[in-house]
């Protein structure tokens, strides 16, 4: 059985380097984790028009595969002190308890380290409230890491985070 890892990323701006950050993790997992595979990003700036229209079916898509089970990376940059408007607006689309069966890790691009409390203080919360495991910290990566986020994953990574996705995540024998 694979384990599919999902990137979904709530920068408004597509192509953005939030997106990057998520990927190069997703990355980093499936080469650790057994038999894992990162599936195409869900990107919301694509369908943003569609989240509060009547009808959404390309949003409609991206929930149900966001759902599916499996490991997923819940990217934003920090804005004004929270993750940005086009996440909640997505997430907002979800009934409590939708993600029941889904692993979840948030990655934050933060202007400064003060900024990662956005995750611990609005994110989770609402993930949890979805139903989502949230079982390791958030990986957050500041402006000035942008560059090279490498060593940021690496730390994160080094810290247990890789160990306990991998209980968590890889298929029963």
Known sequence: MTT???????NPRPGSRTLGVAEALARRLADA????????????????????????????EALARLAEPGLA???????KGAYTGLLKA?????PAGAL???????????????????TDLHLQPVLRELGAALPVAALTVT????????????????????DRLARLVAPAA
């Open 33 to 60: 984790l057994p038999d894992a595979t990162v599936a195409a990003p869900i990107e919301l700036a694509g369908f943003a028009g569609e989240l509060f229209a009547a009808e959404h079916p390309r949003a409609d």
């Open 143 to 162: 402006e000035a890491q942008l560059g090279d986020p490498g060593p940021v994953i690496e730390r994160w990574a080094s810290r247990g985070a890789v």
């Open 90 to 94: 997505f997430l907002d689309l979800y």
């Open 4 to 10: 599919t890892i999902t990137v979904v990323s709530g």
């Open 73 to 79: 990376l819940i990217a934003t940059p920090a804005y």
């Open 100 to 118: 029941g069966a889904v692993v979840a890790v948030p990655v934050v691009v933060a202007g400064a380290p003060a900024h990662a409390v956005t």
